[in-house]
């Protein structure tokens, strides 16, 4: 099975694609790219963008991607199965994302920064180096995550955001600051410390309300969190038990 | 009367374009498409594009409307005459934009949305799936109109913003919320409730300041709102019936 | 020497381009543009936007510059060496750009404004028409400089930041302020009113907190401002001396 490259894009020699992929009009692939199977790139898009930066030439993406139009990647990363992309998404150097990932348009992915399986940026995020997204996070549009303490320096300290955490739009996360597993930040709020496990935090700066097990949803007056018990779209069956699991770990270390 | 189309523009074939129409280069336009005449499109974009979330495989613009750059316009679009988009705008699908709308650069308009003629978005504004925009509205830059009351859900209810009102610079609303008729949102402000007719409401949680005819310039002392006494650029000429009229209407409904 | 042009770019005739100059693949650089030596234009860029709103119809940029992937610059904007941008950066007409200048990715320069020598925006930065960015100042991911003190008016007033001056992520600075030299506005802050030279404010509204050499590092308790006490990456060597200069001019006519 063969792949469907527009005439216009350019593919430099070398590239590796894989089966069943499709290639739009006018997107650029540096050499050093290796593109997975069934994986479908928009276009005006440009993948594997030397610098001198990156860790290694090259920037892996896997099989089953969609990256939408207009959409930059640089060499240093590597991208796992299941990623898409909204439109006009920059990926710095030496971003590793994992399987099943999800960044929205606009979004701003500064490098040198980990993104757990299955977590999901809504647009316009900005990930300042060295943050760690874990896995089955939520971040939802114009949250910030900085890592600067004392800005402009270089003593970096990215943040951190555990896994199934939930990050409402607007929000900004102070540098250093640790997310707890499965808490849920309010809108507009500004993290300045850490925040435990399971609880919902909100305002500038952001306080503990309270556990987010007490989070009633106003539809039904059920329980809004852990949030997956309403959302599993697109997730493992089991979850559930990926969750228990994690709370376990996440418990015992707290 | 014919039209300016770029030798490097890849336009299907069964597109519709008006006379007098100019296509600039490295520009898509996707089968489906419908575009009037003296309708302008930039560079790098890319019209009608297909989506399974579409409720048709069609992308309608209107006469005399100017996409600039980078713009991507998805399928189930449809855009009466008049519209301005700054660069690098989104559009997604099942966006329904009245006459003489502007969009301004980097703005994410999420689809299955309405935005009523004559409102002017600025830029990076974030305008969620569900929302509902009126007419004669101003949206300034980075405001978000979110959907989730329990994120991540499926029990999405978007904010709707009545004609006339005015958004301020950074704000938030949060979902459901309904900003009333010719108010204002002062700058960097989130809006849990709603907001009723003709007042400043502002603040995180926003809380009502004062009727908007008690603001005065700084400039002159003069009353600053309604907001059209100052400010007429581009607009019908009866503005002040349209206003008194839909004043009655929104009033009576209070 | 001569420059490496992509035979997929379009340039206008009587375009100028300096020596060892690249431009990247599907870039478009319309007449009337100076581009200086050793300067590098990405891929999907766009130069030179004609537009009845420029006070010429040139676009000049120096050399030694590095204008990323997708980057749109309009006429009457003149910028000299050692300019850098992000991805999708915006610059509209009338933009008066120093020496040495950063600019990061989607930050949107609205026109008829200047930044001064070796400022660095970070990320989607918002530059209202009229403002004044002095030298040496930093900006952070989603600053918003508005100029509207009645919005929608046609009485703009731009705000000004003097040099030195260090702006946080997601604050807002109202019409007209003027952010004093040497000065620190924390994250997420709303800035309403002047703020006096080397103090730290922040808040929502924006209240002074001390005077920024009281500010100690975390790391090492050593004072954190002036901030190129700790970083002086591609700064002039003189950089304490062009400080205390300026220091005593901004002193003098506090």
Redesign the interface.
């Known amino acids: 099975m063969t792949s469907n490259i527009s005439p ?1 894009a ?1 593919i430099a020699s070398g590239v590796e694609i894989g089966d069943n992929c499709s290639i ?3 997107t ?1 692939i540096h050499k050093g790219s290796r593109i997975g199977a069934n994986t479908t790139i ?3 898009c ?1 993948i594997g ?1 030397e610098s001198s930066l990156a860790n290694n030439q090259e920037a892996v993406i896997g099989d089953n991607c969609l990256i939408r ?2 959409t ?1 990647i640089y060499n240093g990363t590597k991208i796992e199965k299941g990623f898409i992309t ?3 998404v ?1 990926i710095r150097e030496n971003s590793t994302i994992g399987q099943n990932v999800r960044i929205g ?2 979004s ?1 992915i ?1 490098g040198d920064c980990k993104i757990g399986n299955y977590s ?1 940026l809504h ?2 995020v ?1 990930i300042g180096k060295f943050s760690e997204v874990g896995e089955f996070v ?1 971040i ?3 949250v ?1 995550l ?1 890592n600067d ?7 970096l300290i990215g943040s951190t955001i555990q896994d199934f955490a ?1 990050i ?3 929000s ?1 996360l ?1 540098p250093g600051t640790v997310i707890g597993f499965g808490s849920l930040i309010g ?2 709020s ?1 993290v300045q410390q850490n925040v435990p496990i399971e609880v919902l935090a909100l305002g ?1 700066p952001a306080r503990i309300i309270k556990p987010v097990n007490q ?1 009633l ?3 039904d007056g059920f329980p ?2 852990p ?1 997956f018990q ?2 599993r ?1 697109g997730y493992p069956e089991e979850l559930s038990i990926i969750y228990a699991n994690l709370r376990l770990k996440y418990s015992g270390s707290a």
């Open positions: 216009n350019v739009g009009p006018f650029i928009g276009s005006f440009e963008v139009s207009h930059t909204g439109h006009n920059v348009t606009f701003d500064q999901r647009s316009s900005f939520w939802f549009p114009y910030v900085t303490p004392c800005p402009p320096s270089k003593n939930v409402a739009t607007m900004t102070l809108a507009n500004l500038s989070i949803r106003k539809i809004g969190y949030w309403n959302y779209d």
